[in-house]
């Protein structure tokens, strides 16, 4: 069964920096794609970055791209979301998704498996 279990959201100023962590378990990742999206209060989920995970390809939303930066850590089998210059309407939370089309795409729909979440919080 996939797992994926996000980490590291949290309260900071703006302006400052959040690491994300997904961890991944039940299967092998080596032909998927892992995206982060995200969903503030009232809006729809919205795509921020995406990783191919056997050939390390990223894909970034136009809101972050610049200062968000997504990896991967196959030992780990994790993917991170290093997140700098945080703004207000960063705010959100956060969710870590797979799909299995290996193909990176920015549709929620097409990710089969999803994370719980982890808030982040960004004031002013």
């Known amino acids: 069964q996939v797992q994926l279990v996000e980490s590291g959201g949290g309260l900071v100023q703006a302006g400052g920096s959040l690491r994300l962590s997904c961890a991944a378990s039940?299967?092998?990742?080596?032909?998927?794609?892992m995206g982060w999206f995200r969903q503030a209060p009232g809006k729809e989920r919205e795509f921020v970055a995406a990783?191919?995970?056997?050939?390390?390809?990223?894909y970034y939303g136009d809101s972050v791209k610049g200062r968000f930066t997504i990896s991967r850590d196959n030992a780990k089998n994790t993917v991170f979301l290093q997140m700098n210059s945080l703004k207000p309407e960063d705010a959100a939370d956060y969710y870590c998704?797979?799909?299995?089309?290996?193909?990176?795409?920015?549709?929620?729909?097409?990710?089969?498996?999803w994370g719980q979440g982890t808030q982040v919080t960004v004031s002013s």
């Open positions: 990783i191919r995970w056997s050939t390390g390809r990223t």
């Open positions: 998704a797979s799909n299995d089309i290996d193909r990176i795409v920015v549709t929620a729909t097409a990710y089969d498996y």
């Open positions: 039940g299967r092998t990742f080596s032909s998927t794609v």
